[in-house]
């Protein structure tokens, strides 16, 4: 637990803000979804764009004229993902390929701890602060819903499925970064890299949309998994998503649990 609350304490600056700006986001979106009537804005807007834009946005954007979809579209904006991607990057580039470059991680194994338990409790670490975060997100928009509409079963069912797997998401990444870290020994080096992975796969995941030459690209992409507009129409299977999202982040676990384990600190 000690080291559970010196990860916190590191990083606890940067998650509270994301956690209040990720939850006015939801806020926001929500308050004016039921405030501004959008639902004869919208298509006269996107008729005026031409058949490529009109193809990225698919029907994303007229979802986004009711609640639900807002809701949706909501936890998919661009400025949550980011937030949450710095916070999956960030903690495990930090404390492993970080600490091994100022020789803290060196510092922390002269004590008489297991890497197996150092590695897994800063796994546990940014899986709990990324749960915080998104459950933030989630209260924010449950929140608004009963304030500005109507909070049914349904809906609610909806919105935790979403968030769950915004979360695991997340975690893929947050995993993904691991990876590199235990291989890597500059944490600069290691944020860099992770984060070009995710927005290459971010990119990759639109272009896909609008480009037909790369559409045998989605089934690798990790953003594929998460489609919550999709989600709240009930067009894509959460199981799939969390098969396959959970699979990969088992096999990130344990290559960087072996690669740890066999590592020399330094180097």
Known sequence: ???????????????????????????????????????????????????????????????????????????????????????AILIPSRHIAGEAETGTLELILSFPVRRTTLLINLYISAVVFLFVVIFCALCASLLSINMFHQLTPVLFVKLLTICCNLWLLFICIMSITMVLSVFEKEGSRVGMRAASVVLFFYLLHYLSSIWNTIQFTKPFNIFTYYQPSSLMSEQRSFLLHFGVLSTLILICFFVSLYQFNRRDIPG
């Open 1 to 87: 637990m000690t080291y559970i609350f010196f990860i916190w304490k590191s990083h606890r600056g940067f998650l509270l803000v994301s956690m209040i700006f990720i939850s006015v986001i939801q806020f926001l979106i929500l308050k004016m979804v039921t405030t501004i009537d959008y639902s004869t804005m919208l298509p006269q807007l996107l008729e005026q764009l031409p058949e490529n834009i009109r193809v990225l946005f698919g029907d994303n954007a007229f979802s986004m004229a009711t609640v639900e979809g807002a809701a949706a579209g909501g936890l998919n904006h661009p400025l949550v993902l980011v937030l949450l991607s710095l916070a």
